[in-house]
Nanobody
Framework: QVQLVESGGGLVQPGGSLRLSCVAS????????MDWYRQAPGKQRELVAA???????NYADSVKGRFTISRDNAKNTVYLQMNSLKPEDTAVYYC??????????????????WGQGTQVTVSS
């Protein structure tokens, strides 16, 4: 019923920039928080940035000052602007969102959805 689709990953040199996008589609009543996670080879998935309507964004310490999360509620889209990229930022980046469908709204519940991931590689 709900899909999240990421785009914008790729190969970039250290110090470069990339902008990731994630679009949510389907029978959406309301989107609560929208988040970006990443998972590097051999490591656990970690929260990179999160944004909730009406509240300020939150960032992992490792990306503060370099990454910016934003959302366009009209387009059900969340972005991650990544600047000053480092080799240690290399990972698969996943979009996640807590969403209530029209059916969920009746029961006052929400569900966490995940995108398929997009690869970001920072290398010279």
């Amino acid at each position: 019923q709900v899909q999240l689709v990421e785009s914008g990953g790729g190969l970039v040199q250290p110090g470069g920039s990339l902008r990731l996008s994630c679009v949510a589609s389907g029978s959406i009543f309301r989107i609560y928080d929208m988040d970006w996670y990443r998972q590097a080879p051999g490591k656990q998935r970690e929260l990179v940035a999160a944004i909730t309507s009406g509240a300020g964004p939150n960032y992992a310490d490792s990306v503060k000052g370099r990454f910016t999360i934003s959302r366009d509620n009209a387009k059900n889209t969340v972005y991650l602007q990544m600047n000053s990229l480092k080799p240690e930022d290399t990972a698969v980046y996943y979009c996640s969102a807590n969403i209530a469908t029209y059916t969920d709204a009746i029961y006052q519940r929400r569900t966490a959805y995940w995108g398929q991931g997009t690869q970001v590689t920072v290398s010279s």
